[in-house]
């Protein structure tokens, strides 16, 4: 279904890529007719817009669709079923109201410390109850962003367990669990371990003896049918790490991207977003979202309207 909003918005971008790209009558021509649209699909994370969407989540969505983006990943959800403040149905709606598509969220089970035998009962139970709320609105992915603390190789294994068990959960409910990473996953775990291991071994040092990077036994030790990952670009760069590199080595597990730069996109000269791209598409990746951290210059709206804008002009970006 095209309605006049889609419309307004192709013409727009179309009129923008004849600018840039100089090839939009061309892409016309060669572009299928029915049933699609020649819009760019664009993901934001709404934490992005933290402090400044809460006060009016209606009309901020809405700035948000005028800037070109047309999904979201929600952040801020709550047991008792709201997205901040806002009932979670009620949320939808502005959503559907702005003609934006929630396509995943952000949650974290309210668990302290590590996971243990103790807590994987209230864990169970914590992803039952968002599985149930967020079927609800039609949401594709539930992921966890936030790292559990481990020490060693045997609780990283652990954790690994729990996340197959959020997994099977999700799964039961019809949505897809994943995993979204910061910096910390980079860091490493020996055996028998009591801390993890940061930094790189000096000179001429051996690395000891099982070392492994966290996010590897992860990566390798939850089952591929119950736990995809969202690999955060710039987080994973933050890691001394390279997206790319991870994107290649696990195309079937890696299926969601968190596009983010020091501020807004593109301006920092630390993201290769170009050969990002190129990767993700290569391994069939549909699902990007913009996250914008550490903006200082102006609004949050402001930033995330130059992240738009970034990605609406960028050539390699379908
Ligand atoms: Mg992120």
Redesign the pocket.
Known sequence: MTNRRDFLRNTALLTLGGVVIGKANNALAAAPVVGKTNAKQLGL?T?SLGRELAPDVPGGLKKVAQMGYTVLELAGYSAEGKIGAVPMAEFKKYADDAGLKIVSS?LNPPVRGGYTNDNLGQIKDFWKKATDHHAAIGVKYIIQ?GQPPTRSVEETSYVCEVFNEAGKIAKAGGLIWGY???SGEFARVIPGGTEVVTGRPGFGQKPPEGIRIIYDIFLEKTDPSLVIF?L?V??TVMGQQDPVAYMKQYPQRIRVL?I?DVAVLGESGMMNFQKIYEVAYANGIQDF?V?L?GYKEGTQFEGVKGCADYLLKAPFVK
Do not use: A, R, T, V
């Open positions: 994370q934490y952000h962003p979204h990473n910061h969202e955060d710039y987080w968190h983010k979202f996250e951290e």
